[in-house]
């Protein structure tokens, strides 16, 4: 008998028998009247003991396990456990807001504040590197403090970074404040989907932790909207970009002061009475019995099995199936940065621009746009995940998102061949001769950031162009002559093109750059996160989620920084084409090393990993089978509980 079925059959014979001796056991007790230690574990006896009998008489383990399951999906899931991943995934609204929403602060501030280019870089970068950092050192937090405390030490530097942020007098503040939420997003990019993983029931966990990727998405988009409404105010509409996500860090501040910490994290420090009652609350009328002896037995068989002694990290990285879990982690996150996610949505405004999208306001609607799509599609995944489960959908995303970079780079090379030449080369007034006259071709001009082109426009061809050095102040205009001043060029049926060349096949590289993010977005998007949060035994999962979270905001810095000089020197499409090379690799890696985690225990995920690391995309899956509780009990709760070493 293969294992799977053996283990159909066990499940069965498991869940039929609970729920026979449950019933026996309470027939001896003089059940069946209404006051039992709690009217929902009465409404489950009676509900269990009718299906019972129906399960008895079904005559094929696939209909005794199809009742089995109708019998499990009756009992609902507590509102309570939604409640609590929405406001955890509020941590992951302030890391998308806080990533999202500086774009369009910095062109407010680069004006009032005179940002020169390196500041500029600063504010950006100094939230992703210590965003990488607090990721890191957030492990070794959480498994000392606990989630809960994390969570709350996140929401507090969210709402000090903004406050600082907000009340901002000078540059050197800025820093500090962007170095504050980078500091808050690490912890929350890290600790969120353990949390919430930890408190999921088995057979909504990968919908609770997707959920949290829709919040980041969902928070770029509102900080796109939030751009653009206050790119309209002159004066301080920064302050307001950057001082809004108070708010909602106030809030998360606020909600966790009653919000408990996971029953996981408890138990393994001992505090098992806690962890019950909390286990209780979060399962409703379902028995929590198996699931907490399970945890329990859990813990200690692996403090048998590896030992506490020694770093965390030593001890991962000499267990094999840990080390392997932490390479397919690592790797997920890895290739999601190197498939050129945030080069694409920084890129956006620029691609869009190509496609003759020349109002700079209407720009950055339009970048809205395209946050919306990301967040759009990250629902799709949401409602995916559990459906197909994490190893398709990731497959089946990184496999369209590679198409789609090889569709966006083609739009960028075939615009590349039909580069209008420059015709025109006066004389630079000042006498510096700058490196922008060296060009022939508006392609060599775009790629050289001190350089843009100035044009007038023949029907839909290009006359008249010359390759201008750019403003340093704004990039919407030439430092001199006929683009230098905006109104009178534009009077003039002037153009300006920085960043960008006018081409007829834009529009291949808009459908490309829709196309990445409609496959990206269910897939490559959330599940790095929410498989991570999955594959680590309770020992490991905090820093095995720090190390991945380090890695993800490492290549994130990595992939951003390099990605002018890339296109510099492998011009736009060659540097679309090396992410679309980097997707394929991810597309091997994730084919011979992801395994499906879909409706495990987080107990059970450990031993996908006990065979030869690329054997785990290959072995044998129980996709389809939910491992679901459904021995009935009067009440989850024991005062009498032995267990107890936590007494209140
Ligand atoms: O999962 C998220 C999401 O896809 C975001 O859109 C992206 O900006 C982040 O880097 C990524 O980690």
Known sequence: ????????????????????????????????????????????????????????????????????????????????????????????????????????ALLLLKRELNLDALWQELLVSST?????????????????????????????????????????????????????????????????????????????????????????????????????????????????????????????????????????????????????????????????????????????????????????????????????????????????????????????????QMSGVEDDRLAIWLAALTAFINFLFTLVGVWLVERMGRRKLTLGSLAGTGVALIILALGFLLSAQVSPRVTLTPPDPSHHNSTCTKYSYCNGCMLDPDCGLCYKLNKSSVVESSCIPVDKDSTVKAAWGRCSNE???KKEDLFWAYNFCPTPYSWTALMGLILYLVFFAPGMGPMPWTVNSEIYPLWARSTGNACSSGVNWLFNVLVSLTFLHTAEFLTYYGAFFLYAGFAGLGLVFIYGCLPETKGKKLEEIESLFESRLCTCGTAESDEGRYIEYIRVKGSNYHLSDNDASDVE
């Open 1 to 104: 008998m293969s294992r799977k079925a053996s283990a159909n059959v066990e499940y069965t014979l498991r869940s039929l028998s609970n729920l026979m001796g449950e019933k026996r056991r309470r027939q001896q007790e003089g059940g069946g009247g209404g006051a039992g230690p709690g009217a929902a574990g009465e409404r489950s006896l009676i509900a269990a003991a009718e299906s019972c009998s129906s399960l008895a008489s079904a005559a094929s383990g696939g209909e005794l396990e199809r009742a089995a399951r109708r019998q499990f999906q009756q009992d609902e899931t507590p509102a309570f456990v939604y409640v609590v991943s929405v406001f955890s995934a509020l941590g992951g609204f302030l890391f998308g807001y806080d990533t999202g929403v500086v774009s369009g």
């Open 128 to 352: 992703v590197g210590a965003a990488a950092l607090s990721a890191l050192a957030g492990g070794a937090l959480n498994g000392l403090c606990g989630r809960r405390p994390c969570i709350l030490l996140a929401s507090c530097l969210f709402t000090a970074g903004a406050a600082l942020l907000a009340a901002a007098r000078d540059k050197e503040t800025l820093l500090g404040g962007r170095v504050v939420v980078g500091l808050g997003i690490g912890v929350a990019s890290m600790t969120v989907p353990v949390y919430i993983a930890e408190v999921a029931p088995p057979h909504l966990r990968g919908r609770l932790v997707t959920i949290n990727t829709l919040f980041i998405t969902g928070g770029q988009f509102f900080a796109s909207v939030i751009d653009g409404l206050f790119s309209y105010l002159a004066k301080d509409g920064w302050r307001y970009m950057l001082g809004l996500s108070a708010f909602p860090a106030a809030l998360q501040f606020l909600g966790f002061l009653f919000l408990p910490e996971s029953p996981r994290w408890l138990i393994q420090k001992g505090q098992t009475q806690r962890a019950r009652r909390i286990l209780s609350q979060m399962r409703g009328n379902q028995a929590i019995d198996e699931e907490y002896d399970s945890i329990k037995n859990n813990i200690e068989e692996e403090e048998k099995e590896v030992g506490a002694a020694g770093p965390v990290i030593c001890r991962m990285l000499t267990y094999p199936p840990t080390r392997r879990a932490l390479i397919v982690g690592c790797g997920l996150q890895m290739f999601q940065q190197l498939s050129g996610i945030n080069t694409v949505m920084y890129y956006s405004a620029t691609i869009l």
């Open 487 to 489: 109104t009178v060029f």
